[in-house]
Structure formats: structure tokens, C-alpha cells
DNA sequence: TGAACAAAGTTTATCGATAAACTAAACAAA
DNA sequence: TTTGTTTAGTTTATCGATAAACTTTGTTCA
């Protein structure tokens, strides 16, 4: 292994020369040292070791990427997280550092993890936990960035999206089909579909359609329960006419679901979904959804994490995306 | 931060007596000890130094896991990747290793990164590199595993299926279903690919049907060009009545393409797929497909890669795990 | 001319854990 | 009694890089 003692030695200088040079400190280092040194670095091939420099420098360069993971449940089975996921990685390698992408299950896990590796920061897809891990990782003196969540805990830096906007846009674009049987999926008193939640209900009211809480399906947004609210909304013949899906996924689910029953999508059921994923392009009919950028997203959550890293405190410490929607074949003009 | 200098100055012992707990080397402690500590670590939620660790044994309990990344393409969209990546990273840390989930392009991405967190092993999902790859790890003297490859290069590790039978099995069943008309999808010079493009061509002759070159699609296993499949497919009306596609998300993408053209499927078009992805029960029809069991197969990998970090030696370096046919709805008895 | 300062380094101590070599006490066997 | 062995430790050096403090030489300007 080439360490940074036998660059030094072949460059003839000390080995706080060699790490200069390694840590752009190029005004502690003549030009011709650093060619020197870098030359030498390219010919064998030497790679500083990271053990070595964060137990000295106590910076890691990690960022810790937690995922919840729930019994057997394997995150990169659900396409939303897994995309974001790899949009999230992508970010924080731009920024030169390095993802640790974890799924965590318990409190005592995380603390553990990023004792453990020293994270210098951390980014959290877990609204769920939220309250008790901010605390704890506030101890910690950890700067963090939740994704979409709404966390009132000082020092949590926060990115979401207009989830009220969403909310609002997407049953709006219904209404503006001619539905008025609309209905809800999704688990509506969750923190970022309790926003959606709202906007549902205010586009509504807003249009005077009053709030039927029987075609509300309070559920957790994946493509099974869908399916299980496709084939009842197909056997409610009529008493609906179009549906919000508080995920795309979810959407899908619903869409076959109603297919199995021998509904037509979207001649005799309107979806609309939300989140805008790749699958919703292959679907067939392809889905009409809330579309959020999570390029964007991460790379914002990224630089602010960051930015918090470097400079301990920032600018403004919660971001909001906006949303659009995205018009393709799973709503239908209905003239009922 | 709690170090275990801090937990010996409290039990009254070295720091040596604590790593030897938690180390397990328990005939170097006294019972007394040994409780006096852990009770210790408990009440101070004390946790070991990877950073440290590593550089003073040598030994990171870091495995890599290397996946290809080509341009801009995420591979956490790919559901096969993803799915696989999701078992390694909880079979890795059943094994108590942790994961280093990294996409990589280039050999020197690699081999800096392999220095850089001076890995215990390695497992790769990267057919393509093969041979450049091996020999620059093997000479960092690097354990590692190839998963889904046909590498000769000695000190390689193999785990892959039995893709021949994959392919065999498959077409086997198109032709008992009375198909003669059977389009190969897949890029047939690829390691894997290659074994079942053989198993496809036998089947064919073991049943005296002759082969076909202008019904071979050599085209890589992505869902796009599937979709182009399936639209050509159904162009040349009855020439084709079966297509076996050596990926689920290309066969997905061949049944989209195709009802796009008017074809219905499995009546118009039968189609077999590969991998058994989550993705092939949700589709409509349901994916009749190859199996394969990724759980087995990472595990498989993970226990021979640690076997191997241990011992440096193991028993036997290539394994093959069984497939099977699983018959859903996307392949109809044909009576031409 | 001399004080102040900048440039280009070097030296030393340290991060936290561990391997390897060493010690001391208790006991057994010859 | 002496030697050997086991048990339960401790001490010291080290992994590789870096922060902080220090040195040396050359330059500037009042």
C-alpha cells in the first residue's frame, strides 16, 4: 500500500507537504513541489486513506442516506424512495463526499450508525420517526436535512414540496373534467399526505362539491392496497368517478385493480397519481400525475446539508418545491 | 464524544482490556470484568471508532457493492438491480459487515475506491468489465465475488444461475404450448445472455425446429427498447407468435409495445420473461417468467465472500443455483 | 537599516483502537 | 525447590493523515 510517507520521501519533502498538495493548501506549497507531488501521486497510483485522515481531521466526508425499513420490507422494492434514492447518491458524490446508504429500523440504530462511521451529516426519509430521531441526532450535533417532512425541530433543515398545492391542483384538474365523485387514497392523516389531504378538501369546498367521507380510503400508499380499492371502487359502479392516489404506485395498483374487475381506465374511472415516476411513463394508460422534480430536490437538500456542514449555520433552513401537474392518458372529461 | 479510554479510566483497566471485550477475546478478561464493562458501554452508549479501527487492524468490515453506472443512467431505475441490491446490502449485514453501495464507470473509479476504504471484499454486478476488472483487484489482493458472470480469472469468485437451463426451460415450454414462431430478445453476446441464447438455440434443435436469424432481437434488456420490439412485432402480423425476452422488464416492455399496436396478449403474442422482478406480478397480464431466487443467490455470494475474507481459501469458487419456470398468464396455447 | 510580513516549508503531537510483546501472580508438576 | 504453565492483565509501538505550532528564508516599506 503507497501511503503518503513514501510520496514524501520520493519528493523529498515532508509528508504535511504531501497532504497539502492532496488538500488544495496550494499556498503552503511551491509550484513546483506540487507538480512534483502530483506527478509522483499519479505514478503510483496513491489514494489517501480515509480511516486515517477523518480520525485526525474528524471529518468524515460521509453523508449518511437512512431509509426506513420496516420487517422484511426492502426499500428498493418501492420505486419512488429507490429513485430518489439514486438521484440523492448522485448529489451528495457531485458535492465530494461520499453516500452511506443505510435502511435503519430503530432509534438505537441510527445513533449507532452514525457514531460509528462519524457522519458529518445525514439526510432522513423517515417522516415517521420524526420528533424522537431529531432529537436525538440533535445531540448528536448532527446536521441533517429531512425530505418531506415537516419537522418544527429547530436545527432540522427541511425539503419538501407543495404537498397543499399538489393536493389542491390535482383535484382541481378533476373537477375541471367534470368530476364531482371524487375520491381519496391515501393515508390522510400522514405528514406529507395530510397536506395533500387539505388541498383536496379545499379544492372541493372551493368548488362547492361537498366532502363525502365514504370515499375516503385512509390507507398506506402501496401498489397492493391499490389493487384492493380498484376492485371495490369497480363494484361501487358509478358511485365514483374519478380518484386521487396519493402515489403513483398506489395509482397503478388502483388502475389494474378496477381493469380486473372489467372497469375501463379511464373511460369509466379517472386517476390521477402523484410523485411522477418512471413507471408511470409505462403503464398503460399511462398516468396523468402531480410531478415532483427529485432531481431538484435532492440536489437542493444536498447543497443545503452541506452548506450547514461547512458553515454551521444557514441562510434559511427549510425549502419548499413547487409541483406541477403532468397531463397524459388516466383522466377522462366526464359528462355525467 | 465517549471513547474507551473513557471506559477503562472507569473500570480501572487499560484500554486493551476494554477492546478485548468487545472483541469477544473473553479468556483474556476476567468474568467480573467483563460485566463491569458492558455495563459500562451500556450506560455511556459507547461505540467503537470504524476510523480507527480500520487503521490499526487493517480490517474494515466494509464490503463493496459495485454496480455499473453508464451516463446519466440511475441504476436504482432498474428493478432487477434494484430488488438484488436491496438482498445483498441486509444479506451483507446479517454477516455483520457493512455495505458500501457505490455505482462506479471506470476501473481507476474503482480501484480508487477500493483504496480509499481499503475494503475487506468486494461483490460485483458487472458482467461488462470482466476481465480488465479482475486482474487490476486481484491485484490489490481483494476478495470478491462476480455475480452473474463467467469469469475464468482464478481468485474470482462465482455466483450466478444456471442461465443455459434458464433459456432451455423457457423456450421448452413456449414449444410444448404448440409455438414454432419464437423471437430471442436480448443482447446475445453477453455473458450471461450468452448461456441462455445457447439454451434458446437447443431447445429449438431438440425439437427440430429450425433457427431463425431475422426473429433474434440483439438488442440490450431495457424496457425502451422493448417497447420498440413489441411494436415491430406486432407489425409483422403472425411471422412471430412467441417471443422468449431475457429480462421481465423488457418482456413488460414488448406486451406494452405491442397492445399499443392492436396486439392483445397473451392471445396475439405470447411472452416469457426473465429474472421474476417484482414488477412481473403486478403487469396485466401477469408475467409468465424464469425465477430465479435473488435471496439465495445473495446470500449465496455473501457467505462465500466472507468465507474468503477469513480464510482465504474456500472449498469451491463457482456456484450455480437452480432456476424454474413460473407459469403466469402471458403465454397462451397456440393452435396454428 | 531594521521591523514587519509573506512564502514555503518542517516538527510534533494527536486522533482511537489494536497487535504484539511483555509482566505478574497463582498454581502444578518434576 | 525449581521449572513450566495458565490466567489476567499491561505497555508500547503503530496504523496514515493532519492540525497547530514553529522555523527559515526572502521581501517590503517606513
Redesign the interface.
Known amino acids: 500500500?503507497v501511503t503518503s510517507k513514501d510520496i514524501a520521501k520520493e519528493a523529498g519533502v515532508s509528508t504535511m507537504t504531501v497532504s497539502n498538495v492532496i488538500n488544495g493548501n496550494h499556498q503552503k506549497v511551491s509550484a513546483k513541489n506540487i507538480e512534483l507531488i502530483n506527478e509522483l501521486i499519479k505514478k503510483y497510483?496513491y489514494?489517501?486513506?480515509?480511516?486515517?485522515r477523518?480520525?485526525s481531521s474528524k471529518s468524515?466526508k460521509i453523508i449518511g442516506v437512512l431509509v426506513p425499513l420496516e420487517g422484511d420490507y426492502?426499500?428498493?422494492?418501492d420505486?419512488y424512495l429507490?429513485?430518489l434514492?439514486?438521484?440523492i447518491?448522485?448529489a451528495i458524490r457531485k458535492k465530494g463526499y461520499f453516500?452511506?446508504?443505510r435502511?435503519v429500523s430503530t432509534v438505537s440504530d441510527i445513533?449507532?450508525l452514525v457514531?460509528?462511521?462519524?457522519m458529518d451529516g445525514a439526510i432522513f426519509l423517515l417522516p415517521h420517526y420524526d420528533n424522537i430521531l431529531h432529537k436525538i441526532i440533535s445531540k448528536n450535533n448532527l446536521p441533517l436535512v429531512s425530505l418531506d417532512s415537516y419537522s418544527d425541530y429547530k436545527d432540522v433543515l427541511n425539503v419538501g414540496i407543495n404537498d397543499y398545492k399538489g393536493g389542491y391542483i390535482a383535484t382541481k384538474f378533476l373537477i375541471n373534467k367534470g368530476h364531482k365523485k371524487i375520491a381519496f387514497a391515501g393515508p390522510t392523516k400522514e405528514n406529507v399526505v395530510k397536506e395533500r389531504f387539505n388541498g383536496y378538501k379545499d379544492a372541493l369546498a372551493d368548488s362547492g362539491i361537498p366532502y363525502n367521507d365514504s370515499i375516503i380510503y385512509d390507507v398506506s400508499p402501496v401498489?397492493d392496497l391499490g389493487l384492493s380499492i380498484g376492485k371495490e371502487i369497480s363494484n361501487r359502479r358509478g358511485d365514483i368517478t374519478a380518484v386521487f392516489a396519493t402515489a403513483d404506485i398506489m395509482g397503478?395498483?388502483i388502475i389494474?385493480g378496477a381493469?380486473?374487475n372489467g372497469y375501463a381506465i379511464p373511460n369509466d374511472l379517472s386517476v390521477i397519481g402523484f410523485d411522477n415516476i418512471?413507471?408511470s411513463i409505462?403503464s398503460?394508460p399511462k398516468l396523468t400525475t402531480i410531478s415532483q422534480n427529485i432531481t431538484t430536490k435532492a440536489e437542493c437538500a444536498i447543497d443545503l446539508l452541506t452548506e450547514k456542514i461547512n458553515n454551521s449555520t444557514v441562510k434559511q433552513n427549510r425549502y419548499v418545491l413547487d409541483v406541477e401537474l403532468i397531463e397524459r392518458q388516466s383522466v377522462l372529461q366526464y359528462n355525467g
Open positions: 500500500m497510483h489514494v489517501p486513506n480515509l480511516s486515517a477523518s480520525l468524515t426492502n426499500f428498493f422494492k420505486p429507490s429513485e434514492i439514486g438521484v447518491e448522485y453516500a452511506m446508504i435502511s445513533s449507532e457514531k460509528n462511521w462519524n401498489y397503478l395498483g389494474e381493469r380486473l418512471e413507471a409505462f398503460s
